[in-house]
T-cell receptor
Framework: GESVGLHLPTLSVQEGDNSIINCAYS??????FIWYKQESGKGPQFIID?????DKRQGQRVTVLLNKTVKHLSLQIAATQPGDSAVYFC????????????FGKGTLLTVNP | KAGVTQTPRYLIKTRGQQVTLSCSPI?????VSWYQQTPGQGLQFLFE???????NKGNFPGRFSGRQFSNSRSEMNVSTLELGDSALYLC???????????????FGPGTRLTVL
């Protein structure tokens, strides 16, 4: 039969705008969270990570926010560029190991020039 | 420093056959994890190897197996292939958490397996 793909949330922004990608994680025991970017035909690329003893971490043009109360993670991208267009995944170590990650279904970010 | 490499990049097999995929981690990395990515199920963890031992395992049938060699290179094998095994198989390597190290997983480009 025909396979049903995951319905990917999508976010479309204008070049130069800020982007916010959200993720609800599943396991309240998770204590390590990562954001990955995947471009078409490539493997996931590490963007930024955060541990549960923090609620905010900043990188170059990116910020990750963690709200453990509502099990929510967000990725903020400042001054979004066309090269940021990709699928973004959040991941958590819900299996208790940082080497066994559980991934969200991803968000497709499209940046319009 | 070279990234994670996976071979082959593309593979076509028929149902019932078996397949072996290879992964070379980043130099110095000792942990290798494997994931399956499909449109229907997304990214799912298969297993993780460290120092030639399987440390973590996902919820996949026994047809999926792997191993790691003394140089940290890893292979995964899928026996008796089914149509549903068509997927992108991703390998990720990391440096186990020791003093001054990080456990960030870095992914390779994947092997695209098509089962006919």
């Amino acid at each position: 039969g025909e396979s049903v793909g995951l319905h990917l949330p999508t976010l479309s922004v204008q070049e130069g705008d800020n982007s916010i990608i959200n993720c609800a994680y599943s396991n309240s025991a998770s204590d390590y969270f990562i954001w990955y970017k995947q471009e078409s035909g490539k493997g996931p690329q590490f963007i930024i990570d955060i541990r549960s003893n923090m609620d905010k971490r900043q990188g170059q043009r990116v910020t990750v926010l963690l709200n453990k109360t509502v099990k929510h993670l967000s990725l903020q991208i400042a001054a979004t560029q066309p090269g940021d267009s990709a699928v973004y995944f959040c991941a958590e170590n819900s299996g208790g190991s940082n080497y066994k990650l559980t991934f969200g279904k991803g968000t497709l970010l499209t940046v319009n020039p | 420093k070279a990234g994670v490499t996976q071979t082959p990049r593309y593979l076509i097999k028929t149902r019932g056959q078996q397949v072996t995929l290879s992964c070379s981690p980043i130099s110095g990395h000792r942990s290798v994890s494997w994931y399956q990515q499909t449109p229907g199920q997304g990214l799912q963890f298969l297993f993780e190897y460290f120092s030639e031992t399987q440390r973590n395992k996902g919820n996949f049938p026994g047809r999926f197996s792997g191993r790691q060699f003394s140089n940290s290179r890893s292979e995964m094998n899928v026996s008796t292939l089914e149509l549903g095994d068509s997927a992108l198989y991703l390998c990720a390597s990391s440096l186990p958490l020791t003093s001054g190290s990080t456990d960030t997983q870095y992914f390779g480009p994947g092997t695209r397996l098509t089962v006919l």
